[in-house]
């Protein structure tokens, strides 16, 4: 069953949509995105994929065979469709698509602690607070598909952003792990969360829909209600709008009024139901992604591209849980099995289709594809470095070098970006940040990274990103 949700953990249904959107939830109020359309008018988007619990680099894309074996671990290398380039032996479909694939192998923070490291990946910026929590707080600064709700997208009748299945979140915590709302920008531009069924993905279209045409014109006659309700209403002074909410008054001007009308039109167009019905896929194409919540997501995140939607971020979901092994990529024990039994064959089969299929669609020129999780795992298996239950057969957290995947958008496929040292745990050369990591996926999008957004926290003007985008080979 699918939820809709804003702001909160809590479930809507249709009429809550409304209600939410005219509080805040769907905010697309603000910069006209110039450049979110290619060069032949087609709709540029971002698909970033979250793989929570930070996956390891040496056992999946930055093997060292040469290393002793507490190194380079029990997997082997194999060769890939793009020459020179080798992946984990377990990842054999996505092997075949490492042409389209740019490795970017020099990835590196200083943050090893799960929430805030997260932070830092989603949000392109140093955790601002002791890492005490994982959870998120109001001071967190804003996630990228934040900064994207903020920047919003002229005449469209779908939210800026979306994150489906759910928030990444630890198994037992009441909150999401931290850096995946508004934050210190705003509660407001938190970004429209599309949750699946966890037992077997499922999105549940009729939430997003109007029953009947019967329904359609209530909805109508209510809105025109309102409309006379607010034209007999005073006006409100621009200058407390805008001590309310810290910016300018034009920013402020008409935001109520325009999150209304993008609620209400995405239940009368229907556009975000019909891109999550994925009944209306062929079964051949369902069943090469597989029947996994991840593989879902990937399939949902493809169509919401179609749809036109500019940032999709898919968070990791493993539907398998086991004793004392971690449902994400946190393998602090057993870590070949775990991988080789349950997480690589689902990412590999989803990942692998996700990209023939954006390719075969004519979607991936336009189209920016990442993968990362929030850190690595140490060079050596049974190191300890911040989480006392590492045994001899896990990985601890390791930020100081792990890689992410880029495809699409312009990159040229089968190239690596950086490299790592002989046992895989520092960066060598061409050092890449979280905060040059979004730099790229907003230049990608149109958003400058010098863009201006308003900090409730400090009370000044803050710049959407410090990084620079990073200098990869183009197509």
């Known amino acids: 069953m699918l939820s809709v949700l804003f702001r909160t953990n809590t479930a809507v249904g ?11 939830g769907l905010s697309l109020a603000g910069r006209g995105l110039s450049a979110v359309t290619g060069e032949r008018g087609q709709q540029r988007s971002v698909v970033f994929i979250f793989l929570f619990g930070g996956p390891s680099q040496l056992d999946m894309w930055d093997m060292k065979p040469a290393a002793s074996v507490e ?27 490492m042409h389209r694939v740019c490795l970017v192998r020099s990835m590196n923070h200083r943050m090893p602690v799960h929430g805030p490291a997260c932070s830092e990946l989603y949000s392109g ?18 996630s990228l598909a934040s900064l994207m709700t903020r920047a919003g997208l002229p005449s469209s009748r779908l939210p800026p952003a979306i994150v489906l299945p759910w928030h990444s979140q630890f198994m037992g915590q009441s909150e999401r792990i931290a850096g995946q709302t508004g934050g210190r920008m705003g509660e407001q531009f938190s970004p429209f969360l599309l949750r699946a069924g966890l037992d077997g993905g499922k999105f549940d279209a009729a939430e997003l829909q109007l029953p009947d045409a019967a329904a359609g014109h209530r909805l109508q006659r209510r809105t025109a209600l309102l409309q006379r309700l607010q034209e007999t209403r005073p006006a409100v002074p621009a200058a407390a709008v805008s001590a309310r909410i810290g910016g300018s008054t034009a920013a402020a001007h008409g935001r109520w009024q325009q999150q ?3 609620a209400v039109s995405l239940l009368s167009a229907g556009q975000l139901g019909a891109a999550v019905d994925l009944d209306r896929e ?37 539907d398998s849980f086991h004793d004392k092994v971690s449902p994400h990529w946190d393998q602090h024990n057993h870590i070949f099995a775990s991988l080789q039994d349950r997480m690589l064959p689902i990412f590999d089969r989803a990942m692998a289709a996700f990209l023939v299929d954006l390719g075969e669609r004519g979607l991936l020129s336009t189209t920016m594809v990442a993968a990362a999780g929030e850190f690595g795992r140490t060079p050596r298996i049974g190191q300890f470095t911040q989480n ?10 390791w930020p100081h070098a792990f890689t992410a995947l880029l495809a699409g958008g ?29 730099a790229t996926l907003l230049g990608h999008l149109g958003v400058s990274a010098e863009d201006l957004w308003w900090d409730l ?8 990103s410090a990084g620079r985008r990073i200098a990869l080979e183009l197509e």
């Open 14 to 24: 249709r009429r809550e949509l409304i209600r939410l959107g005219a509080i805040g």
């Open 282 to 318: 062929r079964p051949e194409v369902l069943a090469r992604y597989g029947g996994t919540v991840f593989g879902r997501s990937l399939l949902a995140a493809r169509r919401l591209v179609e749809a036109g939607v500019p940032l999709i971020t898919v968070n990791w979901y493993d």
């Open 410 to 438: 312009g990159i040229r496929g089968g190239q690596v970006f950086g490299s790592t040292d002989h046992q895989g745990g520092q960066v060598r050369d061409n050092p890449v940040s979280p905060a040059d990591l979004t």
């Open 457 to 464: 926290l400090q009370g000044q003007w803050q710049k959407n």
């Open 388 to 397: 006392a239950m590492t045994e001899k057969s896990g990985r601890d957290h």
């Open 71 to 97: 190194i380079r671990g029990q997997f082997q290398p194999i060769s890939t469709s793009a020459p020179g380039v080798q992946i984990c032996e377990h990842l054999p479909q996505l092997a075949g698509q």
């Open 260 to 262: 209304y009308d993008t």
């Open 125 to 142: 910026r140093p955790y601002p607070l002791p890492p005490v929590t994982d959870q998120a707080r109001r001071e967190d600064w804003p």
